[in-house]
């Protein structure tokens, strides 16, 4: 159980395009989803915390305008990058919980991750 | 200062041999802390959490928490070639988790 999938795993575009990725959590609803970015050789960087049917909630230097989330139901959350630039590419990287912040086990279920590359 | 902090690497073990993995905190307000293991070009999958002091054991891995130290250490028995990755530390803060820049652990058969 507890499986979150991302689609799609790999995307080239060109720069000034915009790419959605998407997150599902398939066998459970998710009371929040997270976003995270890893470059090469680095660790996983938080992006952003997103709950179904309100705001995402950006970290400090994320730009929201140019990655945008909509949490549309408990088992999907999208993640969109607005005019992407060769900077932006990046291994993106989602999670999902059913837990709640105070649970002492409280789990992330990731997702296997989505590979972009802008040329 | 890093919220996260991990033991530099690489780390070679020779197989059977024992690795140690060690992790520090900034914030005494952390809750519980996670161990995952990532492979090159895959997400983290989890190895196993922890919320209070001492050790906690599953199979060949063992976490120990000491939080009067802000310490987390990651001990894996009789290594094995299929344990090469990247171990990364996690620790949750609310409903955050801050990750280490990760150690990787290669095992030599």
């Known amino acids: 159980g507890a499986v979150v999938s991302q689609h799609p795993s790999w995307v080239i575009c060109k720069s000034g395009t915009s790419v959605k990725i998407e997150c599902r959590s398939l066998d459970f609803q998710a009371t929040t989803m997270f976003w995270y970015r890893q470059f090469p050789k680095q660790s996983l960087m938080l992006m952003a915390t997103?709950?179904?049917?309100?705001?995402?909630?950006?970290e400090q230097g994320v730009e929201k305008d140019k990655f945008l989330i909509n949490h549309a139901s408990l088992t999907l959350s999208t993640l969109t990058v607005t005019s992407a630039h060769p900077e932006d590419s990046s291994f993106y990287i989602c999670?999902?919980?059913?837990?709640?912040?105070?649970?002492?086990?409280?789990?992330?279920?990731f997702g296997p991750g989505t590979r972009l590359t802008v040329t | 200062q890093k919220e996260v902090e991990q033991n530099s690497g690489p780390l070679s073990v020779p197989e059977g041999a024992i690795a140690s993995l060690n992790c520090t905190y900034s914030?005494?307000?952390?809750?519980?802390f996670f161990w995952y293991r990532q492979y090159s070009g895959k997400s983290p999958e989890l190895i196993m959490f922890i919320y209070s002091n001492g050790d906690k054991e599953d199979g060949r891995f063992t976490a120990q928490l000491n939080k009067a130290s802000q310490y987390v250490s990651l001990l894996i028995r009789d290594s094995q070639p299929s344990d090469s990755a990247t171990y990364l530390c996690?620790?949750?803060?609310?409903?955050?988790?801050?990750f280490g820049a990760g150690t990787t652990v290669t095992v030599r058969a």
């Open positions: 914030d005494r307000g952390s809750q519980s």
């Open positions: 996690a620790v949750n803060n609310d409903y955050k988790l801050s």
């Open positions: 999670s999902a919980t059913l837990g709640l912040a105070g649970d002492p086990g409280y789990e992330q279920y």
């Open positions: 997103s709950n179904e049917g309100s705001k995402a909630t950006y």
